[in-house]
């Protein structure tokens, strides 16, 4: 087609080849650059797919193993307790675990920001969330070293542990509520229903 219109043009014109064939150079370069970006994005688009496609198995795989998202992050993802995972160590969980998904997927996936590592803000956003508005609201009350003093002061008896059930009614009768019992249930991770 380029061709066609430069020889068209060249008869038409009846000057120079110079210029006519800068600008068919210049219009088959724009092409192929065209070209070279629609293929580009198609790979990444294809790459984005793949990696919603692989967390969304993995967080369905976790929540059959550990029944919700943050029991597997404490119990299996993130076993040092830094709250970060590292790409090394989700590798070597998915091989303990025997996920047969792909790991790579899943990986650029929890990792979109490049950083080298994800968090569970990455992994489960409403876990995340929920946990923050806890931290933030046991800070406001108890201050910098929330876990201290509000340990104290639900644990008034000095027993060193509480059932379940005694931990949710003592922050109810604090002030806390939302999302109580899920995160009750959460934070028993290990089991051990108190």
Known sequence: EVARAYRALSRLCHTDKAPLDAEVRRRQQKEQAKERY????KGKNAAKLAGQAALTNFKGFLRKMFGCTYHAWRRALDQDGSMTLQRVELFKVCRTL?????????????????????????????SAQTLARFYDWAVHHFGNKPSRNLWREIDKR???????????DELQSLGYTYKLKTLVKWLDWQPKKY
Do not use: C, M, Y
């Not at 629609?38 to 994005?41: P, T, V």
């Open 98 to 126: 025997n996920w047969k998904g792909d790991v790579r997927a899943l990986w650029r996936s929890l990792d979109f920001d490049a950083s080298g590592n994800t968090t569970i803000e990455e992994l489960d956003p409403h």
């Open 38 to 41: 629609k293929r580009e994005r």
């Open 158 to 168: 000095n027993k060193r542990k509480l059932p379940l059930q005694a931990f949710s």
